[in-house]
């Protein structure tokens, strides 16, 4: 069954309407609630308190960072953030991960600039450290690049699942060798240039690696407008999803579902929209839902 989740704005003025769509989206039956981390701008609000803040609010939707900047949140202490977050929620999280994508604005917080191969090695380093501290077992000790730590004692809860947003060859085969999911970058959908090329190599990375690449998700940032009535193209010229009514949205989800194997879907709101938290939680996601198993049979 897919996922559906909902990404609200992150700005810092927004706060109160963030908390109330997020305990909205948990009632409606939702999946996810998205937030973004992007640390050098003033006016967003922090990525991990307020995921912190939405799972002490809600009951049943997971929380995730749409990704997690890692240059600015060294991996043993994102792995504990992580741990504590599950434990307080009852695994109600996913590590979103990226190497970092707008260096200009990360080194302003004070950390070095790292080369992309350093900032996707970094990643990699990162994605098997959360893991080895997590899940519970002996006392670890890493010596890599830019992780290390001595005798370091995993938390017992579970390890989270881990989902990249690569975007590069070097790390979509990391997201191929490692992780558990893949947020397309670049709101690029199931029907895109990007999206194809891209997956290629993630599944070439996990077969090599022994996996099989039907486990690893591809989960999609999705903007558009929810519009009353059905629009005459739900796509622009240069193919990009814009949007349309309820049952439009429904017909294309479904599609994805079946025919390119999506795992989920976040929206976001491209302006124009009635309500589109409730139209999104309310009436596409019920009727994906439904779509899909009848449409298998």
Avoid at 22 to 45: C, K, N, S, W
Avoid at 68 to 90: F, G, I, K, Q, Y
Avoid at 192 to 209: F, K, M, T
Wanted: proline share 8%.
């Amino acid at each position: 069954m897919p996922l559906f989740g909902y990404g609200p704005s992150a700005a810092v003025t927004a706060a109160p309407q963030v908390l109330r769509d997020a305990v909205q989206a948990d009632r409606d039956g939702l999946d996810l609630f998205t937030i973004p981390d992007h640390p050098y701008y003033g006016e967003r609000l922090d990525a991990y308190a307020t995921m912190g803040v939405v799972l002490g609010r809600t009951t049943r939707i997971t929380a995730v960072s749409t990704v997690t900047n890692l240059p600015a949140r060294p991996a043993p202490m994102l792995a504990r953030t992580l741990a504590s977050l599950s434990a307080l929620s009852d695994g109600r999280v996913v590590l979103g991960i990226g190497a970092g994508g707008f260096w200009d604005e990360i080194v302003r917080l004070g950390v070095p600039r790292l080369t992309p191969g350093a900032a996707v090695r970094a990643m990699e380093e990162a994605i098997t450290l959360v893991r080895a501290l997590t899940g519970g077992g002996a006392p670890v000790s890493f010596d890599g690049e830019s992780c290390r730590v001595t005798g370091l004692d995993p938390s017992p809860v579970p390890v989270p699942r881990i989902w990249t947003g690569s975007v590069g060859p070097r790390s979509l085969a990391v997201t191929g060798r490692l992780a558990d999911g893949w947020i397309p970058g670049r709101a690029s959908d199931w029907l895109s240039p990007l999206y194809r090329e891209s997956r290629a190599l993630v599944d070439d990375a996990a077969a090599a690696a022994g996996r099989d690449p039907a486990e690893i998700a591809s989960v999609y940032n999705l903007p558009g407008r929810i519009t009353a009535r059905p629009l005459p193209a739900t796509r622009d010229r240069s193919g990009r999803w814009i949007g349309g009514s309820a049952g439009q949205w429904a017909e294309e989800l479904a599609s994805a579902v079946l025919d390119h194997g999506a795992s989920g879907f976040v929206f976001f709101d491209a302006g124009g929209s009635d309500a589109p938290l409730s139209r999104w939680a309310q009436e596409i996601a019920p009727a994906v839902r439904a779509a899909v198993p009848a449409r298998k049979g």
